[in-house]
T-cell receptor, first 114, second 116 residues
Framework: DAGITQSPRHKVTETGTPVTLRCHQT?????MYWYRQDPGHGLRLIHY???????DKGEVSDGYSVSRSKTEDFLLTLESATSSQTSVYFC?????????????FGPGTRLTVT | AQSVAQPEDQVNVAEGNPLTVKCTYS??????LFWYVQYPNRGLQFLLK??????LVKGSYGFEAEFNKSQTSFHLKKPSALVSDSALYFC??????????????FGGGTRVLVKP
């Protein structure tokens, strides 16, 4: 999985609690992404980052925030988890110079909100 | 916004037969198109891409894809399917331009089942 780790890999949490997922890369890639995968919806972009401290919203950003204080780490926070945020979350990285827009994915985090 | 559509939720094929997974696109300008594969409990893996040049693109694991501008399609193909090709396949298109625009929009996915 191309030098990308995600933690935790599995998490069960209760409605209303904050949750932070971590993506760590060792590839020194500029771009990092958070997606969620749900049956019938494919992959949907939550937030992405195009550099340290540079982030932008994706298609389904409501209820999520992100931070990137270092090149290698991209954090996704669910401010107050809801059952609709039960999903599998994937982090991805890319570097335009080396691999023109190809994205490489982490192993995923399965989050269950009860 | 750019988009891709995968019209089939599932494709069933016998081992040894040709495999085709369909993708159509809707873009303004020249499309950058991609195929990814996802095996059970894994992240997506890059298979191939079309940026420019030859309409037939070759990728990993014996897969290829044909870019057809007149039909706005980018179908994934494999001449002889293997049981191990059973997986979820995603088509994607580059969406956005400039330094902040390096994003992909994915189709809904097609599940491929190759039967022995």
């Amino acid at each position: 999985d191309a030098g990308i780790t995600q933690s935790p890999r599995h998490k069960v949490t209760e409605t209303g609690t904050p949750v932070t997922l971590r993506c760590h890369q060792t590839e020194n890639h500029r771009y990092m992404y958070w997606y969620r995968q749900d049956p019938g919806h494919g992959l949907r972009l939550i937030h992405y980052s195009y550099g340290v401290k540079d982030t932008d919203k994706g298609e389904v950003s409501d209820g999520y925030s992100v931070s990137r204080s270092k090149t290698e780490d991209f954090l996704l926070t669910l401010e107050s988890a809801t059952s609709s945020q039960t999903s599998v979350y994937f982090c991805a990285i890319s570097e335009t110079a080396a691999r023109l827009f190809e994205q490489y994915f982490g192993p995923g985090t399965r989050l269950t909100v009860t | 916004a750019q988009s891709v559509a995968q019209p089939e939720d599932q494709v069933n094929v016998a081992e040894g037969n040709p495999l085709t997974v369909k993708c159509t696109y809707s873009v303004s300008g020249n499309p950058y198109l991609f195929w990814y594969v996802q095996y059970p409990n894994r992240g997506l893996q890059f298979l191939l891409k079309y940026i420019t040049g030859d309409n037939l693109v070759k990728g990993s694991y014996g897969f290829e894809a044909e870019f057809n501008k007149s039909q706005t399609s980018f179908h994934l193909k494999k001449p002889s399917a293997l049981v191990s090709d059973s997986a979820l396949y995603f088509c994607a298109v580059r969406d956005g331009w400039g330094a902040a625009g390096n994003k992909l929009t994915f189709g809904g996915g097609t599940r491929v089942l190759v039967k022995p």
